[in-house]
């Protein structure tokens, strides 16, 4: 009897050895458990974080491809239609005038695809497009004995192009002279700049 109750009391430890060992093997796996949700939740936090910032990329890079694609349909609309503009003014009566722009009494011609304009009222040429231009005119000056120099300048923004100077004059003691002729200036104009012809002395 005293055997039995010897061998009972040996499984009894062995039992309570083997619940311990289990125990502690099912609080380490717990442990364990638990770290690995951590670090798959802190792994879904990246994912989901990563998935915003490709998500904002994406945005960017479409709004950046639209840009380009409106520029690009912008610089292909200019090579197809480049801004053009031709105006021809003309001023058929007799003019004595002294420091006023020259107006225009018609427009013989006048083709654009900008906003420039060239007003005959003012005679004054305004710029839509930047670029290069070519200003030309032509005019028949008549000076008499004792009259003053003709001087005639090409304005860009109201200042006188001093390489534009159209100068006539008559040194005769009697009588008088016709003079006729004309400039040409090629130069740059910006959005907004004007251009007109300027009397300086037209009282001949």
């Not at 994406?58 to 380009?68: E, G, I, Q, R, V």
């Not at 305004?126 to 231009?133: A, K």
């Not at 008549?142 to 003053?148: M, Q, S, V, W």
């Not at 109201?158 to 008559?170: A, C, L, M, V």
Request: aromatic fraction near 8%; charge should be negative.
């Amino acid at each position: 009897m005293q055997m039995v109750m010897n061998e009972l009391k040996t499984e009894n430890i062995q039992l309570k050895e083997d619940l311990a060992n289990t125990k502690e093997y099912m609080v380490r796996a717990l442990v364990n458990t638990n770290e690995d949700l951590a670090r798959g939740l802190k792994d879904l936090a990246n994912t989901k974080e990563d998935l915003v910032n490709t998500k904002e990329d994406l945005a960017n890079t479409m709004k950046d491809l639209l840009t380009k694609d409106q520029e690009l349909e912008k610089d292909v609309s200019f090579l197809k239609e480049p801004p053009f503009f031709h105006a021809c003014g003309a001023h058929n009566d007799y003019l004595s005038i002294t420091g006023q722009t020259i107006p225009y009494s018609s427009l013989l011609y006048s083709s654009t695809n900008t906003e420039g304009v060239l007003d005959a009222s003012t005679g004054t040429m305004t710029c839509d497009h930047p670029g290069t231009y070519t200003a030309t005119w032509s005019l028949m000056a008549e000076d008499g004995a004792g009259d003053h120099s003709v001087q005639i300048y090409l304005r860009k923004n109201g200042q006188n192009i001093e390489e534009s100077q159209h100068f006539s004059s008559y040194y005769g003691t009697s009588g008088w002279a016709y003079e006729q002729g004309g400039r040409t200036l090629v130069l740059h104009l910006d959005r907004g700049d004007t251009l007109d012809l300027y009397c300086e002395d037209c009282s001949a």
